[in-house]
């Protein structure tokens, strides 16, 4: 079914799992807080659900009581990590036994650069899985043209939900969309963007080495943002931010993003660099260029990154 993206395809779901008697949703801890807000507006409340390196971790899941969840396996966000064949076929196996369902948020499916691609969980159980992509990270966020693959079980009630809330997207975008595909320019569009987001990918990387030496980095084979372990000398978490703010960076913590927070004093940064040109990445405001963190500054001003498009 077309929606206006991956947004809507929530809210849809929310109604309709709330009108079958569902009253929670079961969200990765950490992931986007934007999952609880959507399933908020239909009525229902959310549970954090914690990961490890894997994926969701089973015992937790299994205790929580929920019945739905919302998951972003091929490239979790914000952690990056891919989540493991076990994994994936354990969250199946729940979803059948608790009679419930999975939201497979595919928020950046299109984007791979150091690893092959990782299929959908929707294709290893669609009566379970409901799927959710769209073009904001691949075309515009402001096109608002996504799709959802649903279950035959829901589809009627997930219709009649879109049907009553808007009527439909505009006929004009899905033809001149498809036409896109067709002609074969989406193809070349997401080629451009691998290329384009590969290239501030390395100048990210690039400038956390020189200016911020001994950060760690992780989620960098796929999706739009990094993960960055500031070590713990370059100042407390809330003074790094504060200085960053003063320097005109805008910075988000992986503490904003679930309820885990660490114990050894470094900084955990969710970056975003899709939006940035390689040269604004490692613009210097603050005068110096000097390498150890001093002068250097990585522009992040902005920047803004989540699954929900």
Not at 119 to 140: F, I, N, T
Not at 178 to 206: I, K, M, N, P, S
Request: hydrophobic share 40%.
């Amino acid at each position: 079914m077309v929606c206006s993206g991956v947004a809507q395809a929530s809210t849809l779901l929310g109604f309709v799992l709330r009108a079958r008697g569902l009253r929670t949703v079961g969200v990765e801890d950490p992931g986007s807080p934007e999952h609880g807000r959507l399933f908020a507006s239909t009525g229902m409340e959310t549970v954090w659900l914690p990961l490890d390196g894997e994926g969701l971790r089973p015992e937790p899941l299994a205790a929580s009581g929920v019945r739905a969840v919302v998951v972003t396996p091929s490239h979790q966000f914000p952690s990056g990590i891919g989540w493991s064949a076990g994994r994936r076929a354990a969250l199946l196996d729940w979803a059948r036994a608790v009679d419930g369902y999975v939201l497979e948020d595919d928020y950046d499916g299109d984007f791979r650069y150091d690893r092959a691609p990782v299929g959908a969980l929707q294709g290893l159980d669609p009566e379970r899985v409901v799927y959710a992509g769209s073009v904001s990270k691949s075309l515009a966020p402001g096109l608002r043209l996504g799709w959802t693959l649903v279950p035959e079980e829901l589809l009627g009630e997930v219709v009649e939900r879109k049907r009553t809330m808007d009527l439909g997207n505009p006929v004009l975008d899905q033809a001149v969309l498809a036409e896109f595909v067709t002609r074969g320019g989406y193809d070349r569009q997401l080629r451009r963007c691998q290329r384009a987001y590969r290239e501030r990918r390395d100048a990210l990387l690039a400038a956390l080495a020189e200016h911020l030496p001994g950060t760690g980095v992780s989620g960098i084979a796929a999706g739009l943002h990094v993960i960055a372990r500031i070590p713990a000398r370059f100042g407390p978490p809330e003074r790094f931010l504060e200085r960053a703010a003063g320097a005109g960076v805008a910075l988000r913590s992986l503490e904003e993003y679930g309820t885990a927070r660490p114990a050894d004093g470094d900084v955990r940064l969710v970056i975003g660099y899709a939006h940035l040109a390689p040269s604004a990445i490692t613009e210097d405001r603050a005068g110096g260029g000097g390498g150890g963190g001093r002068g250097g500054v990585i522009r992040s001003r902005g920047a803004r990154t989540g699954p929900v498009g």
